[in-house]
């Protein structure tokens, strides 16, 4: 824990002197987190066909702790037409609360139910950029690595958080065409994950895809007078109609919404 303290003391120092060199903004952030047990975690039962009556809640568990730190360095270039931001991060979850199966001789008798345990570490790094390429079209770009594990193993063996991606990029253009139309287009892309198909601590873990999605929507304002105005749109999601999965399930192929908006 101390290497891992001294490189977050490093890395403050670096972007502390590259900002007195190239005169950015930069930030810093430290906060802890604190979540008491709910009422059911600590007291919840059920009953169910196959199992009869059962006790989930523990009232002995101890709350939720994290600490979360980052720093970052914003810096503007060409009059502020472009905007470029670089941000590390580190959030450490102390003490979480989970529903898991339990070893035998529980003091409660359950074989699953409420449990404390060590939460997860996360580390990484976001890098973005917002460029106005001229007075009606707007570029912005995020890519952000985090490097997550688990203290206590989801299942045996397995380190890697679960549901979270090591690599995610997103992309955004919008171009306005005179003051009443607006066309947005956006691609999100992301690493594969590791999730389970059925979310409990016996099943074993799958490798999913990662997500590839791009999307494009246009609208039209009309104005009415001077304070009402009705706005046309419409969106195509999963333009591509790629195949991919979000929280483990099979997301739709190419979608379409439209409508209309009124404001007054």
């Known amino acids: ?97 989970l529903f898991s199966t339990l070893n035998p001789g529980d003091p409660f008798g359950r074989f699953f139910g409420y449990t404390n345990a060590k939460g997860g570490l996360a580390r990484g790094a976001e890098l973005s950029s917002l460029i106005s390429a001229n007075r009606s079209l707007d570029l912005s770009a995020a890519y952000t690595y985090t490097n997550a594990i688990e203290r206590t193993p989801v299942v045996a063996g ?18 306005r065409i005179g003051e009443r139309v607006l066309v947005a287009f956006d691609f999100t892309a992301a690493s594969s994950y590791l999730a389970q198909i059925f979310g409990a601590t016996a099943s074993p873990m799958y490798r999913f895809h990662g997500i590839r999605r791009a999307g494009l929507g246009v609208s039209y304002r009309h104005p009415l007078s001077e304070f009402r105005a009705v706005r046309f749109f419409a969106k195509i999601d999963n333009l591509l109609n790629q195949n991919y999965y979000e929280q483990r399930f099979r997301t739709p ?12």
């Open 1 to 97: 824990m101390k290497s891992g303290y001294s490189i977050l003391i490093l890395v403050f120092v670096s972007l502390l002197s590259l900002a007195i060199v190239t005169d950015a903004q930069l930030r810093a952030h430290i906060g802890r987190g604190y979540r008491s047990p709910s009422l059911f975690e600590r007291f919840g039962t059920g009953f169910d066909a196959t199992f009869g009556y059962s006790i989930y809640g523990d009232p002995a568990l101890h709350p939720e702790r994290s600490i979360a730190i980052d720093g970052g360095l914003d810096q503007s270039f060409l009059h502020e037409s472009v905007r470029t931001s670089a941000t590390y991060f580190y959030t450490r979850l102390q003490d979480v609360i």
């Open 158 to 175: 397995v380190l890697r958080s679960v549901l979270t991606p090591e690599h995610q990029f997103s992309l955004t253009a919008s171009q």
């Open 253 to 264: 192929g190419a979608t379409g919404v439209g409508g209309a908006e009124l404001s007054f």
